[in-house]
Structures are given as structure tokens and as C-alpha cells.
């Protein structure tokens, strides 16, 4: 195995060590109390097939502040602020990272978004899910859809249980492949309505539009598609629409923009 196909298979290894240390601190019983009397989450899935200008893909806008391939982002961001630059430029839902150790997340930025902030977008709780009071917490706090990672659940029947689980509590499931094997899992999960291709190669780091452009055809046009990775431009997005993707995930391009208020308009289409 190369030297980096290794180091990235590590990272997506300590990663899941990390949330089994996490989640064995969480108590799953107060937890799924608090899931059942939080509020509905809002339709995540009906928001971005909406299209709000006509066949441009809909921006799903990440609040990112690291991470493990690039590194500190933007660790200084007003992250509310950002949210609210999202909202009023044209993004149709945010996502939010909350993984602490390796993305410098917070799950109380998903919670005060939704319950004091009182966002008006639909919310993805971006995180390693591997264990169903995982979401049980994602809901507790306000979240609309969550992230389930097909690269991480490696094992068929946890992967449709905790798939199965999300719908059950009313959550979007984003199920997120990198490659043809992949695909073919999120496929054969029950009632799958959104898969997201990452196109950022989990072994060796590289990113490519190619990757989308590859895996959308194996799809049916009545699941949702969302591109994930490597998109920084209207260019970029015009060629991911040419290929009828329904989302696109930015954090990176945003994060990193000079004008975060123009870059997100380009990106969602309102410059069009």
C-alpha cells in the first residue's frame, strides 16, 4: 500500500476510534427521550430538489473551520455570521461539521442554529456516524438530515439499520460514496432518496469532478444526487448540472472566499 493510500485510510481509522470514545460516554436513553420531544426536523430532501433557480443545482453551505486534509481553513470565522451570509445569498440548506478533534466542530453550533438562532434552512449535522444515539443526538439538536458515510460502515446490515433508524426519526440520510462498490451498497439500502459522491479520493487525497461524472450514471434519476469535494467555481458547478446533479456541498470555497457574500451567490446560482 502507498504511503498517503495508507495515511488516509489511518486518518478515516482514528476517526472512528475517536467517535467510539465518544459514544461511549453518551447515555442513549436520555438521548432518544430528548430525539422523540425535540422538535420535527424540516424536509431537508423536498428543500434541495426544489431547485430554487431553475436547473441549478441547489447549495447545500458547510460551516467548516479545519480540516485533516487541508488543515486549519478558517479558524477565526463568526461561524453565525456565516450562516446568516449563507442564508441571504441564495444557499438552500447549511451544513454543519461537528466533529471536534480532527474538523474543529461543535455540536452546540448545530443546536444554537437551529433553537436560538432559529435558522431558516434545513440543517445536515456533518459528523462520522457509526452508532444509531449518534442520532439520536443529531436530532436532539436540531438537526434535519445527518451524514452516513458508506466508506465507515463497512458492514451491510449496521449500514441499513442505522439508514433505517435516521428515516424512522424523521432525518434526511445523506449517504456519502467515493466509488462504484460503494454505490452499489448506498443502492441496496431500503428506501435510499439521497446519495452524495464525494469526489475526493479517501486514499490518496486527490479530488476530481470525474469522480461525479462516473458514479451519476449508475443512479437513478429518482434519488437525489449530491456532489461533494473539489468544487470552487461556476464552471465547476455548470459542469456538474450538465450531468443533472440535484446539490452541491461547498465548505472549503466558501470558507477560504475573500467576499464569502459574492462567492456563495455564484455558487448557488443567483448570479446566473
Given at each position: 500500500m502507498p504511503l498517503?493510500?495508507?495515511?488516509?485510510?489511518?486518518?478515516?481509522?482514528?476517526?472512528?476510534?475517536?467517535?467510539?470514545?465518544?459514544i461511549a460516554t453518551l447515555d442513549a436513553v436520555a438521548l432518544r427521550r430528548a430525539a422523540e420531544q425535540s422538535p420535527a426536523p424540516r424536509d431537508f430532501l423536498a428543500t434541495i430538489k426544489r431547485r430554487r433557480f431553475?436547473?441549478?443545482?441547489?447549495?447545500?453551505?458547510?460551516?467548516?473551520?479545519?480540516?485533516?486534509?487541508?488543515?486549519?481553513l478558517a479558524p477565526h470565522l463568526d461561524l453565525f455570521q456565516v450562516a446568516d451570509i449563507y442564508t441571504q445569498n441564495g444557499a438552500a440548506a447549511i451544513s454543519v461539521l461537528t466533529d471536534e478533534k480532527f474538523f474543529m466542530g461543535k455540536l452546540e453550533t448545530l443546536r444554537e442554529l437551529r433553537f436560538t438562532k432559529k435558522s431558516e434552512l434545513?440543517?445536515?449535522?456533518?459528523?462520522?456516524?457509526?452508532?444509531e444515539v449518534q442520532l439520536y443526538e443529531a436530532r436532539a439538536n436540531g438537526a434535519d438530515a445527518i451524514l452516513l458515510i458508506a466508506a465507515a460502515l463497512t458492514d451491510d446490515k449496521h449500514f441499513a439499520d442505522?439508514?433505517?433508524?435516521?428515516?424512522?426519526?424523521?432525518?434526511?440520510?445523506?449517504?456519502?460514496?467515493?466509488?462504484?462498490?460503494?454505490?452499489?451498497?448506498?443502492?441496496?439500502?431500503?428506501?435510499?432518496?439521497?446519495?452524495?459522491?464525494?469526489n475526493r479520493n479517501l486514499a490518496t487525497f486527490d479530488v476530481s469532478l470525474e469522480t461525479t461524472e462516473k458514479l451519476r450514471p449508475m443512479i437513478s434519476n429518482d434519488i437525489a444526487v449530491v456532489a461533494e469535494s473539489g468544487i470552487f467555481t461556476a464552471a465547476d458547478v455548470e459542469r456538474l448540472a450538465r450531468i443533472n446533479i440535484d446539490a452541491i456541498l461547498v465548505g472549503e470555497a466558501l470558507v477560504?472566499?475573500?467576499?464569502?457574500?459574492s462567492k456563495v451567490a455564484e455558487l448557488a446560482g443567483l448570479n446566473v
Amino acid at each position: 500500500m502507498p504511503l498517503h493510500q495508507h495515511a488516509m485510510t489511518n486518518i478515516l481509522e482514528k476517526i472512528i476510534e475517536q467517535k467510539k470514545l465518544e459514544i461511549a460516554t453518551l447515555d442513549a436513553v436520555a438521548l432518544r427521550r430528548a430525539a422523540e420531544q425535540s422538535p420535527a426536523p424540516r424536509d431537508f430532501l423536498a428543500t434541495i430538489k426544489r431547485r430554487r433557480f431553475g436547473t441549478h443545482p441547489s447549495l447545500i453551505a458547510e460551516l467548516k473551520r479545519a480540516s485533516p486534509s487541508k488543515g486549519i481553513l478558517a479558524p477565526h470565522l463568526d461561524l453565525f455570521q456565516v450562516a446568516d451570509i449563507y442564508t441571504q445569498n441564495g444557499a438552500a440548506a447549511i451544513s454543519v461539521l461537528t466533529d471536534e478533534k480532527f474538523f474543529m466542530g461543535k455540536l452546540e453550533t448545530l443546536r444554537e442554529l437551529r433553537f436560538t438562532k432559529k435558522s431558516e434552512l434545513p440543517l445536515l449535522r456533518k459528523d462520522f456516524t457509526i452508532d444509531e444515539v449518534q442520532l439520536y443526538e443529531a436530532r436532539a439538536n436540531g438537526a434535519d438530515a445527518i451524514l452516513l458515510i458508506a466508506a465507515a460502515l463497512t458492514d451491510d446490515k449496521h449500514f441499513a439499520d442505522l439508514h433505517a433508524c435516521a428515516l424512522n426519526l424523521g432525518l434526511t440520510a445523506l449517504v456519502e460514496v467515493h466509488d462504484e462498490a460503494e454505490t452499489e451498497r448506498a443502492l441496496k439500502l431500503k428506501d435510499v432518496k439521497l446519495i452524495g459522491i464525494n469526489n475526493r479520493n479517501l486514499a490518496t487525497f486527490d479530488v476530481s469532478l470525474e469522480t461525479t461524472e462516473k458514479l451519476r450514471p449508475m443512479i437513478s434519476n429518482d434519488i437525489a444526487v449530491v456532489a461533494e469535494s473539489g468544487i470552487f467555481t461556476a464552471a465547476d458547478v455548470e459542469r456538474l448540472a450538465r450531468i443533472n446533479i440535484d446539490a452541491i456541498l461547498v465548505g472549503e470555497a466558501l470558507v477560504t472566499s475573500d467576499d464569502i457574500p459574492s462567492k456563495v451567490a455564484e455558487l448557488a446560482g443567483l448570479n446566473v
